[in-house]
């Protein structure tokens, strides 16, 4: 999309931005095949113009809102359910799980029905889905709802995590850069996360490949914090070479 004409690219900015919520610069560089100088350029205008509003590192539509997780989980659900399935089968019976905010990761626990396992969750999704199993424990993260992403966050969510011990954590994310490092575009979800990874042994993160370098401007964690990451075979190349560098256990579906 090199030399196009400023509109055009102006257009593709704000569709990105309408479908996908807030977006870095870098994201924003790489999809639009340009520059990250043009796209900052570009940001000023349409801020200007009361289009958008620029972020840390990025922007955000002035009216945009959160994507409901209904319309996000309708979305790539052959490629969650591949991911997922692969993810159901590290499950040992009598395992702990931290399953956290996240539309792949609620179709994991769509795949736990009948295991002898607890789940501890602040998604109210996979609290749903869970909550007529009678083999499932289930344990439910108190906090603040965020009804639109139908979560649980805020220091009670992140108390109760902390009186906590998981065998493994299925982690969600926004993006994964090219150094490995796991992004989140939501910045209440990142100290709920980083709870979730210091209170389980083995941390899992499951990412489509749509979601490198997908977005996010919070660095939710590095590579060095990840034992397992379940992607599609498609994903960036660099970014698994990043991950393996660092130790991860990638396995590709």
């Known amino acids: ?3 196009v004409l400023p509109q ?6 704000v569709r990105c931005l309408t ?3 807030p977006v870095s610069v870098t994201a924003l560089a790489e999809r639009l095949a340009t520059s990250q100088a043009t796209i900052r350029r570009d940001l000023i205008v349409l801020e200007r113009d009361g289009v958008l509003t620029r972020v840390r590192g990025g922007a955000m539509l002035e ?5 409901p997780f209904e319309r996000v989980a309708a979305e790539e659900l052959a490629g969650k ?14 395992d702990s799980l931290v399953l956290d905010i996240g539309t792949t990761v609620y179709r994991l626990a769509s795949q736990l029905h009948g295991s002898e396992v607890t789940v501890l ?3 109210l999704a996979v609290y749903d889905e869970l909550v007529d199993d009678p083999v499932v424990e289930l344990v439910l993260l108190g906090g603040v709802v965020r009804r639109n992403y139908r979560s649980m966050v805020g220091f009670l969510t992140e108390a109760a995590l902390r009186q906590l011990r998981a065998d493994r954590l299925f982690l969600s994310t926004c993006g994964v850069r090219a ?5 989140d575009d939501t910045m209440v979800e990142v100290p709920l996360k980083r709870a979730m990874l210091a209170a389980a042994d083995q941390v899992v993160l499951l990412a489509d490949s749509g979601k490198f370098p997908g977005i996010g401007l919070a660095r939710v964690c590095g590579p060095e914090e990840i034992d397992v990451l379940i992607t599609n075979e498609d994903a960036c190349p660099r970014t698994l ?3 393996r560098e660092a130790g991860v256990e990638v396995i590709t579906v």
Do not use: Y
């Open 1 to 3: 999309m090199r030399n």
């Open 8 to 13: 055009r690219r102006h257009a593709e900015i």
């Open 19 to 21: 479908r996908e919520g």
């Open 63 to 67: 009216s945009a809102s959160e994507v």
């Open 81 to 94: 359910d591949t991911i997922a399935s692969a993810a159901a089968a590290l499950v040992n019976p009598g």
């Open 121 to 123: 969750t602040s998604n």
């Open 179 to 183: 150094d490995g490092s796991v992004l």
């Open 241 to 243: 070479a990043a991950m």
